[in-house]
């Protein structure tokens, strides 16, 4: 069983910068492919970004990419979403989700069935 817990959401102007961070407790694996989605009021969750825990595979939705970086850090169980030069439209509650999908996958992380999902953090980007 894995459990995560997301923090570092808040209220920042449009061009600013916020860390992400998503805690994960039980064992995870080199396999497992943690994920960060959004979903804005009214809006569909969307995928955001993904990294291999293993760490040699990472993946960024177009509208974020060159601005957020996801990152691990093993000892931590931790992943980590920056965001910088953050606009209005990233306003969105964030979440981390994670799957174990073995050593070899295909598809995209964007559309993986996660199994563990956390609460959920609010970003919101004042104009």
């Known amino acids: 069983q894995v459990q995560l817990v997301e923090s570092g959401g808040g209220l920042v102007q449009g061009g600013g910068s916020l860390r992400l961070s998503c805690a994960a407790s039980?064992?995870?694996?080199?396999?497992?492919?943690l994920g960060w989605f959004r979903q804005a009021l009214g809006k569909e969750r969307e995928f955001v970004a993904a990294i291999r825990w293993s760490g040699d595979s990472i993946y960024y939705a177009d509208s974020v990419k060159g601005r957020f970086t996801i990152s691990r850090d093993n000892a931590k169980n931790t992943v980590y979403l920056q965001m910088n030069s953050l606009k209005p439209e990233d306003t969105a509650v964030y979440y981390c989700?994670?799957?174990?999908?073995?050593?070899?996958?295909?598809?995209?992380?964007?559309?993986?069935?996660?199994?563990?999902w956390g609460q959920g953090t609010q970003v919101t980007v004042s104009s």
């Open positions: 039980g064992r995870i694996f080199s396999t497992y492919v």
């Open positions: 989700a994670a799957v174990n999908r073995g050593y070899y996958y295909s598809g995209s992380p964007a559309n993986f069935d996660y199994d563990y």
